[in-house]
């Protein structure tokens, strides 16, 4: 059965864009520069994750792990290998449909499997004998354990979605970073954070009005809220989520390499907190994420209308790189099966998750988004460098 969550489209297109995320892609593009032949072997670096450590609506050459990529080819002289297995919509552990009804070979498409502790399968199949060869994993996870449309529910207490961030995030990705330490003996990790996704800064007009009453108009407790209440509780919940789940992410980090400690095994898991301020949330004054294409007008309020109660479907789309492309897999994806007849829930439920597919990329980083993630992740870098022997070696003269 698919996810519950499934059978509320308008809400999940919104949640599923406004965060944030099938086979591994070795190669994004080609760095700037030339990276001379080393004698050393390549360095080796495995990107697991959902759709922010992807790279939603990014071309290749501006997602924060190509960044990465290139820069450390720069800053040690090697070549380095990557094997991206991270896609959208992935969570960290589920039960999903075997064989799985739909399937991809391109990221953008918004899937929940393979969850990412399955992606950590596929990696340590793949390497084999020589997982203690990779030298670098970026990754991250729990967003979509936590499920995005009850971070847009006005209805949801803070209690409630504090516990649920609690066991994703913290316990979860403890799990996750214990299989990955054991298993890439030699790899450092670098976790990566999320960021606020409404704030105090997210526009105020009849556009978003209509479209949190939209979100909210299968939520119980949120019927009997004004638009201010349902507003300010979702900007609540928006700074909880930021908060509770960079401690929980924090900590599961901490409690890790603790435990590498005290197996006398040197720490090498690094969190990185992602500075989003209040003004870089969605369709804020100076968001760092991907948006609804508008055009070079302003929309009439009869286009606005048409555009929150069809979340652009008539007219309006995403105003990522990637867009056209991810539409075109997310329709071969999501096509009507040739051999059966669906059944009416079958046939609702996948034009639910072509809906969300082609709105997947709201909500992500854009590409000064995806910059400010390099960076972040680059300061903890710097110091690994020369410690852990990445840089070429130079032959005395």
């Excluded at 080609?30 to 990107?47: H, N, R, T």
């Amino acid at each position: 059965m698919p996810p519950t969550s499934l059978k509320k489209p308008l809400l999940i297109v919104i949640g599923l864009g406004i965060v944030l995320l099938l086979s591994a892609s070795s190669v994004f593009a080609e760095c700037p520069g030339e990276v001379k032949p080393s004698a050393e072997d390549p360095l080796q670096m495995l990107v697991l994750g959902d759709s922010i450590m992807w790279g939603q609506g990014l071309r290749p050459e501006q997602k924060f792990s190509w960044r990465i990529k290139c820069w450390l080819q720069e800053k040690t002289g090697r070549e380095v290998q990557t094997r991206v297995d991270a896609h959208s919509g992935a969570h960290l552990v589920g039960t999903f449909p075997i064989p799985p009804r739909f399937k991809s070979n391109d990221g953008e498409v918004n899937l929940p499997f393979p969850t990412i502790n399955e992606q950590l399968d596929n990696a340590v199949q793949f390497y084999g004998p020589s997982s203690s060869k990779v030298d670098l994993i970026l990754v991250d996870g729990c967003v979509n354990d936590v499920d995005v449309s009850n971070l847009l529910n006005a209805g949801v207490t803070p209690d409630w979605l504090r516990e649920r961030i609690t066991t994703s995030c913290g316990a979860g990705m403890h799990a996750l970073l214990r299989r990955i330490t054991e298993s890439f003996p030699s790899a450092h990790v670098i976790v990566t954070g999320y960021y606020r996704m409404i704030s105090n800064d997210t526009d105020d007009n009849a556009f978003i009005r209509l479209i949190v009453k939209k979100l909210n108009s299968g939520s119980r407790e949120a019927q009997h809220m004004t638009y201010k209440e349902m507003r300010d509780r979702l900007i609540t919940l928006s700074e909880l989520w930021y908060k509770a789940s960079t401690n929980s992410l924090n900590e599961a980090v901490v409690t890790i390499n603790k435990e590498l400690g005290e197996k006398s095994l040197p720490a090498r898991v690094e969190f990185v907190e992602i500075d989003f301020w209040p003004e870089h949330s969605f369709s804020a004054s100076n968001t760092l994420l991907w948006n609804f294409m508008f055009g070079s007008t302003k929309l009439s309020g009869f286009r606005k209308i048409i555009l929150a109660i069809t979340l652009g479907t008539v007219a309006y789309k995403p105003d990522d790189d990637m867009r056209d492309n991810r539409i075109k897999s997310c329709n071969e994806t999501y096509k009507a099966p040739k051999d059966r007849k669906e059944t009416a829930e079958e046939k609702r439920d996948r034009k639910n998750y072509l809906l969300i597919c082609h709105y997947a990329s709201l909500g992500h980083p854009n590409q000064m988004g995806a910059l400010v993630y390099a960076e972040a992740i680059k300061g903890k870098l710097q110091w690994l460098i020369d410690k852990t022997g990445w840089k070429q070696t130079v032959a005395a003269p």
